[in-house]
């Protein structure tokens, strides 16, 4: 480029994913045709002419780590302009703009691996997030940029659960697969409907979870559980759960699980002296509960 010359524009439009879970970010590593030192960089790159860049976003998480990614559909913006920039042999005026969606996997997923050949990226791998903040994990800026607008996700779920006591025996539900800690023991309830009273609620949990006809006698007890942890989608939350629990009575009948693919896998009468002496794993809200309607033994 001669004195004087303006140097060429260039610009550039990327989306990239900020995956977050555990203490730990997924991160790409670039490889030596962008870099000869160790630089891991938020797994992402460019976006093609008509693509959408949440499209985008997908496909390259997959490419460069070889996992389904699923994002927000709100992302963070970041504009990058260095007017005198070498990019190829050549200098030029460069403009990033940098596209960032919060991005989660699911929990089970495999270790990641590169799916792409010949691509910018030589390894994918999940970093401790304070190697990154301490500069022990040596990362582009845009990493640092991304966790420092990164705020886990807050989620509160508002709950009804039927306490239902007979012949010394509570009717308990237990969590299949497709719930968190399956195989454990709950009350039958579940998430309040928006529109619904609780007490509808606890009807119909008792029909879909117990197929027994029943309806709340009365507040027995309100409890919650605050967590931050990952939930079963693999998504990073900040967890509030308020569970209202009241006093129930069901009809006659055998109870059975009524709805099908959904988070309960059993329903039985469960002896109150086999949750005392821990026969079973149950949730600390049936001990809670049993405690507050005066049942402990």
């Known amino acids: ?27 790409s590593r ?44 709100t992302a963070q ?24 969606y919060e991005g989660w996997v699911p929990a089970d997923s495999p270790e990641p691996r590169v799916t792409e050949v010949d691509g910018s990226t030589a390894e994918a791998a999940w970093k401790p997030i304070a190697g990154v903040l301490d500069g022990s994990v040596p990362t582009v800026a845009l990493v640092a940029d991304a966790l420092a607008s990164y705020r886990v996700r807050q989620r509160q779920r508002t709950a009804a659960y039927a306490y239902v006591v007979r012949d010394g025996a509570i009717l308990l539900t237990r969590t299949s697969a497709l719930a968190p800690d399956p195989g454990t023991w709950h009350l039958p309830g579940g998430g309040i409907d928006h529109g619904e009273t609780p007490v509808d609620t606890v009807r119909r949990e008792l029909w879909e979870e117990c197929g027994l006809e029943g309806e709340a006698a009365g507040l027995l007890t309100v409890l919650d559980h605050h967590f931050t942890g990952t939930a079963p989608n693999g998504r990073a939350e900040d967890f509030h759960a308020i569970g209202v629990i009241y006093r129930a009575r069901v009809g006659d009948g055998e109870p059975k699980v009524m709805e099908t693919d959904g988070t309960t896998d059993e329903v039985a009468w469960v002896p109150l002296a086999d949750v005392a002496a821990g026969r079973l794993k149950v949730y600390r809200s049936v001990l809670a509960a049993i405690d507050a309607a005066g049942d402990a033994s």
């Open 30 to 73: 670039l490889s030596e045709r962008v870099t000869r030192k160790e630089l891991w960089s938020l797994p992402g790159g460019g976006v093609e002419h008509g693509e959408d860049p949440a499209d985008a976003v997908v496909r390259e998480v997959y490419e460069e780590t070889g996992l389904a990614v699923q994002v927000e559909p």
């Open 1 to 27: 480029m001669r004195r004087g010359e303006a140097a060429q524009r260039v610009q550039r439009l990327a989306a990239y994913a900020v995956i977050v879970r555990d203490g730990q970010i997924l991160l």
């Open 77 to 100: 913006v970041f504009s990058t302009h260095v007017a005198d920039s070498w990019r190829r042999g050549r200098r030029v005026d460069a403009h990033s703009v940098r596209i960032v």
